[in-house]
C-alpha cells in the first residue's frame, strides 16, 4: 500500500478550451489537479472558447503554439504546488479529437535537442509549418468529403472502412483541404500528428505514434486491419503515410520522457510516456465502461458511448479501436434534440413542472399503450430529420394526445431511438449490462425510470467532470504495470466502480423478462420503421 500510494501517474487533457491534469496514486486516488484556461491565462492568443472563428464561418482553428505555452505555464503552476515529479511512474494524456498539428521540416531535431533553462514555448517556435491548427468545429471541408467518399466507392463503404462516413471535422478530409489550399505550407511539414500525439511528441522528445483509438477519427484508418487504408490515403495525398507514421495500440508504451522534462522539472529518468489518446476514447476509459455497458450523457444533445466487440458501421454515429481493449470497439452516437426538447415539452405540457412532468411517467405505462412520436426540434444527427410526429396505437398519425401520453411519447421514444441506433452499429445487451447516465436529466428519477425500461438494465450515474484526465492517469498506471490483466479489470480490482446504482426497473422484476422484451421489441421496431420514413437518404 505505501508504495503504491508513493508512485503516481499523471494524465493529461489538452481540451478545446483549457488544459488539464490530474495525478493520482497507485490506489486510484486522486493527488493533485490543475489547469490553464486558454481564453483568460493566455489571452495573447485572442481566442474566444480556445479557438478562432474564420472570415468564412466555416474555417475553426486553434494556434498550436497557444498549446505549447499552456503546457509550459502549467508544468509551472505544478512546481510553484511542490507537485513531486520524481514520484511519477508514468503519463498519458488526450487531446480534442479529429484536430491537427502540422510539424516543419526539421522539427524532430528541434524537439530532441530541446534546452532545459529554456521554455517549450521559446524553442519550437519555428517548428511549425501551420501555426493555426484545425479544429473539430471546423465545417470548411465540405468538397473534400464528397471528393473522399466518391474514391471509397459511397457514404456507406468509408463507413464499413473506417468506421465513420466522411465528416468536415474529421483529420483526413482537412488533410486534403490544407494541401489543395496551402500547398507550400503542406510540402514544408515532416510530420503530421493529431493533438494528442502531438501533445505526446513534446513529452517523448521526438515523434509520437497515432494511437488506433484516435486514429478511427480521421476517416483514414482501416478500424478492422488497423492499418492505414490505401484508399483513403490515395484519395488525401500522395505519400501521406510517410507523414503520418505506422499507428500503434493505445496501449503502447512509447519510451521515456524527454531528458528535458527530468532536468526542467525532476521527472525519473524511467517514467514512461503511454501513448495519448483522443477524449472520447480517454473519456470512456475514465468512466469505466465493461463489455456490455453503455453510458448516456442527458445535456443539451444526448451522446451515447458503447462497448462493441461486432463493429456495423453506419451512415450515422461512429466505430472507434477501443482505448482499453484495442482488440474491440467502442461506438459515440450523438443526437442534437436532448434537454432543450424535454425542456420545451416541460414547459407545453405540465407547466414548466419537473414535478408534474414526472408525475406524468410514473402514471403511464411503459409502451404507453402504443402511443409514440418523434420530437426533432432542430435537424438532428441521428437521424438526419427534423419535425415532430405523433402516432395514435392503430399507427395512424395525429396532430396532438394528451399531454401525460406527450411527456412518455418523449422520453420513451427518445431512449428507444438511443436503443436502436446503438444496436444497428453492433451493440447488444447481455446478463451483467449497466447503463451508466450523466448529464443534467440524470437527476431526474422518473426519466432514468424510462431509461431502465427500455435497456431492461439497471441505470447508475456517474460523474464525468475529469473522465477524460482520469482516463488518461488509468492508462498511464495500466501502460506502467506491463500486465496482460486488461485496463478495465486492473480498476475494478483496486476501485470499486464511483458509479452509485440509481434505479432497477420494477418491471425489471414485475414483468417476466421476456415479456418486457418483447414488448420493447415490438415498440422498437415500430419506431425504426416510422423513423426509415422520415429520414432522407444520405448521400452516396
Known amino acids: 500500500m505505501a508504495a503504491a500510494q508513493d508512485s503516481l501517474y499523471l494524465g493529461f487533457d489538452f481540451s478545446t478550451q483549457q488544459l488539464k491534469v490530474v495525478a493520482i496514486d497507485g490506489d486510484l486516488n486522486v493527488v493533485h489537479q490543475n489547469h490553464v484556461l486558454f481564453d483568460s491565462e493566455l489571452p495573447e492568443f485572442r481566442t474566444q472558447g480556445g479557438v478562432q472563428l474564420h472570415a468564412d464561418r466555416l474555417t475553426v482553428t486553434s494556434p498550436v503554439l497557444m498549446w505549447v505555452k499552456a503546457l509550459d505555464l502549467l508544468l509551472d503552476k505544478m512546481r510553484r504546488a511542490e507537485f513531486d515529479f520524481s514520484r511519477v ?238 482488440q474491440e470497439y467502442m461506438a459515440l452516437l450523438c443526437f442534437k434534440n436532448g434537454s432543450l426538447t424535454r425542456e420545451r415539452v416541460r414547459n407545453e405540457c405540465t407547466g414548466g413542472s419537473w414535478e408534474v412532468f414526472s408525475a406524468a411517467l410514473r402514471e403511464t405505462p411503459l409502451g404507453n399503450n402504443g402511443n409514440i412520436g418523434f420530437y426533432f426540434d432542430t435537424m438532428e444527427i441521428t437521424p438526419p430529420a427534423v419535425g415532430v410526429h405523433r402516432f395514435d396505437s392503430d399507427d395512424t398519425e395525429v396532430s396532438s394526445v394528451s399531454p401525460q401520453v406527450e411527456v412518455r411519447a418523449l422520453v420513451e421514444g427518445q431512449f428507444l431511438s438511443r436503443r436502436l441506433h446503438a444496436e444497428r ?36 450515474t456517474i460523474d464525468l467532470s475529469n473522465s477524460t484526465c482520469l482516463g488518461s492517469a488509468y492508462r498511464a498506471l495500466h501502460g506502467n504495470t506491463l500486465t496482460v490483466l486488461p485496463l478495465i479489470l486492473l480498476i475494478l480490482q483496486q476501485y470499486c466502480s464511483s458509479a452509485s446504482v440509481l434505479i432497477i426497473s420494477p418491471d425489471y422484476c414485475d414483468l417476466k423478462k421476456g415479456k418486457k422484451e418483447n414488448l420493447v421489441k415490438e415498440v422498437k421496431e415500430k419506431r425504426w420503421n416510422k423513423e426509415k420514413k422520415r429520414a432522407p437518404e444520405a448521400d452516396p
Open 89 to 326: 511512474r508514468a503519463l498519458s494524456g488526450s487531446g480534442q479529437q479529429h484536430g491537427s498539428v502540422y510539424w516543419r521540416r526539421g522539427a524532430s531535431e528541434t524537439l530532441n535537442q530541446l534546452d532545459p533553462d529554456q521554455s517549450l514555448y521559446q524553442q519550437l517556435q519555428g517548428s511549425f509549418s501551420v501555426l493555426d491548427s484545425p479544429v473539430w468545429m471546423d465545417s470548411s471541408s465540405s468538397q473534400q468529403c464528397q471528393d473522399l467518399q466518391a474514391a471509397a466507392g459511397g457514404a456507406l463503404r468509408l463507413a464499413e472502412i473506417t468506421g465513420s462516413r466522411a465528416y468536415e471535422r474529421f483529420t483526413g478530409n482537412q488533410i486534403a483541404k490544407l494541401r489543395q489550399n496551402r500547398l507550400e505550407e503542406f510540402q514544408d511539414t515532416e510530420r503530421i500528428s493529431l493533438v494528442s500525439s502531438f501533445a505526446a511528441s513534446l513529452f517523448l522528445g521526438g515523434y509520437a505514434a497515432i494511437d488506433y483509438s484516435d486514429g478511427s477519427g480521421m476517416n483514414l484508418l482501416d478500424i478492422r486491419s488497423r492499418t492505414w487504408s490505401e484508399i483513403c490515403l490515395e484519395a488525401t495525398a500522395p505519400h501521406l503515410d510517410r507523414l503520418l507514421g505506422a499507428p500503434l495500440p493505445p496501449t503502447s508504451v512509447l519510451g521515456p520522457v524527454s531528458s528535458y522534462f527530468v532536468r526542467r522539472c525532476g521527472f525519473s529518468e524511467s517514467c514512461r510516456v503511454v501513448a495519448f489518446t483522443g477524449d472520447n476514447p480517454a473519456s470512456l476509459a475514465g468512466m469505466r465502461l465493461q463489455q456490455g455497458d453503455i453510458a448516456v450523457s442527458l445535456g443539451t444533445s444526448d451522446t451515447v458511448f458503447l462497448w462493441i466487440q461486432q463493429p456495423r458501421p453506419a451512415l450515422e454515429g461512429h466505430v472507434f479501436c477501443n482505448p482499453v481493449d484495442w
Open 425 to 460: 452499429l453492433g451493440y447488444s445487451i447481455i446478463p451483467g449490462t449497466r447503463v451508466l447516465a450523466t448529464g443534467g436529466a440524470s437527476s431526474n428519477k422518473e426519466i432514468l425510470q424510462v431509461l431502465s425500461d427500455v435497456f431492461n438494465a439497471p441505470v447508475y
